[in-house]
């Protein structure tokens, strides 16, 4: 059966994937849930702004500084090949609490002593977390929503998610400049207790729907890979997590070099804020016209911010509106394709499948940030950009065509 709404000739698997059609989830339900993504979120960028400079106080080398963001992140990834399986296999909340409770018990290690191992042991543990919660969220959210929509849903995810980014990482330096690290991390500990209990009151619908026999992560994950239609998706994704990175990690100093009159600050707070309106509505338009119809335009969107960088030596002002335009692409189409995702998983693969689009995110996100160093060294971060928004531009094209095939044939295995 052809549903040409969501261009899918795919099986949609709604409230009956998650064993409890009588499963509703008030709003109560939905304010602790945010409320618990909103300040794992906040804290997880706070800790990633913060450790560097941290690692530094305690007498680490620039180098070090570096690598604890790099081995929280890396084992992460590694970790998630693993747990992503055991998490479709046992439901995601569980382990969403211990990732929840390993950033809660962290910053301990880092009151015990200030060295640069325990920093290190501590980074380690919290990337447990950062391994099960991101994707968690997400299959909750697919979990809990209302039949048909699953992209608005993710919509209103997103929005906490990056009112955890925006807030987390500027609360926590006002704290250091004032009270200095060791409150920042009291705070952090007591509001990631917080998310512990906002997310254990959180109710969830009965599941029963797992492996019908126990097998191996990799074989889950290899099975996942079997949906063909995954491929133009995770395409999709590495193309903007690689610009993402270049935006996150050198607007700034290309903003420096390029437009110096120009407030660096002002990019961010109008990135932010074009992100989080994005999420509001690209959701409901793609439930309402399909996720193939807007994903992509929103690629050609961030493809065309990224290219307008180029451009800030002859027009300073196009920092505003590049900084729109991106934050629109990135946000919507982050939205868009985790939606679409969620929606030709196999309802018992359904964490394993969003966990390879958070390590295809991870994984792009540091080729970014290394490419565009090199570049920064080379032919200038002007030309960097400009190269990124015209390949991701020219690559939206056979990605597109390629979706379509699959779906148009009906080619899933």
Known sequence: MI??????????????????????????????????????????????AVFPSYSLTIGSSPFQAGLQNTVFGVTAVLIRFYLGPVMDDRGAKPLMLLGAFTFATAPLLLLLSPSYS?????????????????????????????PGRIGTYLGALRIFFNVGLLAGPSIALLIIGSLGYYSWFVVSGLTSLLTLALLAAVRTPA???????????LRQVLEALTVKQIYPIIGGIALFAFTYSAV?????????????EMEAAYFFV???????????????????????????????????????????PVWPGLVIVCAVILGIGIQGSSLVF????????????RTTTISLQENSIDIFFALGAMAFGLAAQGPGLGSAFLAAGIVTIIAVLPLRKLSAYLIDNDINH
């Open 118 to 146: 325990l920093l290190m042991a501590a980074r380690i543990y919290q990337s447990l977390g950062l391994a099960v919660f991101l994707p968690g969220m997400y299959t909750l959210t697919a979990e809990m929503a209302p």
């Open 3 to 48: 549903r040409k709404g969501n261009d899918l000739k795919l099986p949609i698997h709604r409230t009956a994937t998650t064993g409890d059609n009588n499963f509703t989830a008030g709003w109560l339900t939905w304010f602790f849930f945010f409320g618990s993504v909103f300040f794992f979120m906040a804290n997880l960028f706070a800790a990633v």
């Open 270 to 312: 109008a990135f932010g804020t074009a992100g989080i309106t994005a999420c509001l509505g690209v959701g409901a338009l793609s439930d309402r016209f399909g996720r193939q119809q807007v994903a992509w335009p929103m690629m050609i969107i961030l493809g065309i911010g990224a290219a307008l960088f180029y451009c800030l």
């Open 207 to 217: 599941n029963p729907v797992r492996a019908a026999k126990k097998t191996s992560s």
């Open 338 to 349: 985790a939606a679409w995702l969620i929606e030709i998983s196999r309802p018992h693969l």
């Open 248 to 260: 996150v990690s050198f607007a700034a100093v290309h903003i420096e070099e390029a437009a110096p």
